[in-house]
């Protein structure tokens, strides 16, 4: 069993930044490929960002692609994901995900992850 809590969430302006965090427990976050995803209210799940297990690969949503940024850090068991010039658009509740024991890069389907946070909510006012 692996839990996951997100943090750094809250209420900003359009063209505001934040960093959410994630911290995962137990032994298995340095063999895991870590996910980001969010769900605004009456829409699908969707991907956000990925990382792989070393942190040398990461992958990103058109959407927030050169605005976004995922990193981890292996001694923490903590995922991070920095987002600059927020939009209205970017509201939604922010959720990391783990998939456990992926080898080789990170995938972009919820369905490949294991574990799931609660969520932690970004609010974008214009």
């Known amino acids: 069993q692996v839990q996951l809590v997100e943090s750094g969430g809250g209420s900003v302006q359009a063209g505001d930044s934040l960093r959410l965090s994630c911290a995962a427990s137990?032994?298995?976050?340095?063999?895991?490929?870590m996910g980001w995803f969010r769900q605004a209210p009456g829409k699908e799940r969707e991907f956000v960002a990925a990382?792989?297990?070393?942190?040398?690969?990461?992958y990103y949503a058109d959407s927030v692609k050169g605005r976004t940024t995922i990193s981890r850090d292996n001694a923490k068991n903590t995922v991070y994901l920095q987002m600059n010039k927020l939009k209205p658009e970017d509201t939604a509740g922010y959720h990391c995900?783990?998939?456990?024991?992926?080898?080789?890069?990170?995938?972009?389907?919820?369905?490949?992850?294991?574990?799931w946070g609660q969520g932690t909510q970004v609010i974008v006012s214009s």
């Open positions: 137990g032994r298995t976050f340095s063999s895991s490929a």
């Open positions: 990382i792989s297990r070393s942190g040398y690969s990461t």
């Open positions: 995900a783990i998939d456990i024991n992926r080898a080789v890069g990170a995938s972009t389907s919820p369905r490949s992850y294991d574990y």
